[in-house]
């Protein structure tokens, strides 16, 4: 069935490092994908999308690069930094889900730990 | 800049006893949501409202109950709370055009131990 899964659950990096958290899905029907970050004790927090029409997308010092042809996503945080530390979390829609659309799926989630 | 709030934070019940977790958002959003999330585990959805007076049921509705009678407010009953209940619960709420409706904004969550 539908999933959405993460390759590594837990991520350890180096203050000022680079990032990069994966994640695997296996609908090819998904259009829509979103990185979500919660901190300890708080509710997700939106960090950046992508449409199924786009191969990379750009933020504020994240970046999201989809591979259609195996189905992966990820996550890319450029000089990470202590603040960054959290679960991140990569979800998916369906289209054509009618009433549904806009129903997220949700992986298991990775969890990264920032070394000062 | 209220967003989405979720009260209690906190609440133990024993078997058997119903409660209502309450949601209320101040953003005018069309679509309302409910998630819980498990140790080591996504949020999975429980149920969801596109607007008043509609709702229908998630991933894992079994339990629950839900109603929206305002755009505001959107709770989440638990008729006869049970051990497996105990979880982390979310709500969250979106406009509900297309593309906006994938970014939800969510509250702070409210903890739940079923004894």
């Known amino acids: 069935g539908e999933s959405v899964g993460l390759h590594l659950p837990t991520l350890s990096v180096q203050e000022g490092d680079n990032s990069i958290i994966n994640c695997a899905y296996s609908n090819s029907a998904s259009d829509y994908f979103i990185w979500y970050k919660q901190e300890s004790g708080k509710g997700p927090q939106f960090i950046i999308d992508i449409r199924s029409n786009m191969d990379k997308r750009q933020g504020q010092r994240v970046t999201v690069l989809l591979n259609k042809t195996v189905k992966h996503l990820s996550l890319q945080i450029a000089a990470t930094q202590p603040g960054d530390s959290a679960v991140y979390f990569c979800?998916?829609?369906?289209?054509?889900?009618?009433?549904?659309?806009?129903?997220?799926?949700f992986g298991k989630g990775t969890k990264l730990s920032v070394k000062p | 800049n209220a967003g989405v709030t979720q009260t209690p934070k906190f609440q133990v019940l024993k078997t058997g006893q119903s409660m209502t977790l309450q949601c209320a958002q101040d953003m005018n959003h069309e679509y309302m949501s409910w998630y819980r999330q498990d140790p080591g585990m996504g949020l999975r959805l429980i149920h969801y409202?596109?607007?008043?007076?509609?709702?229908d049921q998630g991933e894992v509705p079994n339990g629950y109950n839900v109603s929206r009678s305002t755009t505001e407010d959107f709770p989440l009953r638990l008729l006869s709370a049970a051990p497996s209940q105990t979880s982390v619960y979310f709500c969250?709420?979106?406009?509900?055009?297309?593309?906006?409706?994938?970014?939800?904004?969510f509250g702070a969550g409210t903890r739940l131990s079923v004894l």
């Open positions: 969250a709420s979106s406009y509900s055009e297309r593309w906006a409706k994938n970014i939800q904004y």
């Open positions: 979800a998916e829609t369906l289209s054509g889900s009618g009433g549904s659309q806009g129903n997220l799926i």
């Open positions: 409202s596109v607007g008043a007076g509609i709702t």
